[in-house]
T-cell receptor, first 114, second 115 residues
Framework: DTGVSQNPRHKITKRGQNVTFRCDPISEHNRLYWYRQTLGQGPEFLTYFQNEAQLEKSRLLSDRFSAERPKGSFSTLEIQRTEQGDSAMYLCASGLQGGAMPLHFGNGTRLTVT | DQQVKQNSPSLSVQEGRISILNCDYTNSMFDYFLWYKKYPAEGPTFLIS?????DKNEDGRFTVFLNKSAKHLSLHIVPSQPGDSAVYFCAASPNLYNQGGKLIFGQGTELSVKP
């Protein structure tokens, strides 16, 4: 399977706990994106990496959120001190720099904060 | 501010007929537009795209039309099939090559194709 892989698929956590999600992009893609989707809305951009450099962060990405892509391959998204409003589907996508190619999405991680 | 809008949350069509999904945008800097399809519990899957230098792009049963003056695009599916039932997202890119390639999505339209 050479698609974008995300783990875990589902995460239930209590308010105040920290959670971490992982994304493995398509291997030849140098760009990696994180999106968040809530019910009835389209995916909202959070941040993106080109290789290991984080080049843009949305204002949606509060200080409790941090994303890394240490070796330019997989990425992690950590949410500290989770709040109920963080409950959403977190989607990862990858793509190629400079190409008119679509972004390829993973199946997401569904986060529920109780 | 919602830069990409899909004003119809849902659409129901009979199998074999045409499905038309609409999308409006406000930012004239958008120069690349895409449609994604999403099934429950899966991520969005790319369907078809169009560059702002074109007004039509066709791929099998799917055709996307772009009207730049009206800042409007539409997706036509002909003939519609029950397997097309899904949520369809319109997305736009502000200068694909120089703005990181990020996409801005509409709210989605849920298409139901009835046998």
């Amino acid at each position: 399977d050479t698609g974008v892989s995300q783990n875990p698929r589902h995460k239930i956590t209590k308010r105040g706990q920290n959670v971490t999600f992982r994304c493995d992009p398509i291997s030849e893609h140098n760009r990696l994106y994180w999106y968040r989707q809530t019910l009835g809305q389209g995916p909202e951009f959070l941040t993106y990496f080109q290789n290991e450099a984080q080049l843009e962060k949305s204002r949606l990405l509060s200080d409790r959120f941090s994303a890394e892509r240490p070796k330019g391959s997989f990425s992690t998204l950590e949410i500290q001190r989770t709040e109920q409003g963080d409950s959403a589907m977190y989607l990862c996508a990858s793509g190629l720099q400079g190409g008119a190619m679509p972004l390829h999405f993973g199946n997401g991680t569904r986060l529920t904060v109780t | 501010d919602q830069q990409v809008k899909q004003n119809s949350p849902s659409l129901s069509v009979q199998e074999g007929r045409i499905s038309i999904l609409n999308c409006d945008y406000t930012n004239s800097m958008f120069d690349y537009f895409l449609w994604y399809k999403k099934y429950p519990a899966e991520g969005p899957t790319f369907l078809i795209s169009i560059s702002s230098i074109k007004d039509k792009n066709e791929d099998g049963r799917f055709t996307v039309f772009l009207n730049k003056s009206a800042k409007h695009l539409s997706l036509h599916i002909v003939p519609s099939q029950p397997g097309d039932s899904a949520v369809y997202f319109c997305a736009a890119s502000p200068n694909l090559y120089n703005q990181g390639g990020k996409l801005i999505f509409g709210q989605g339209t849920e298409l139901s194709v009835k046998p």
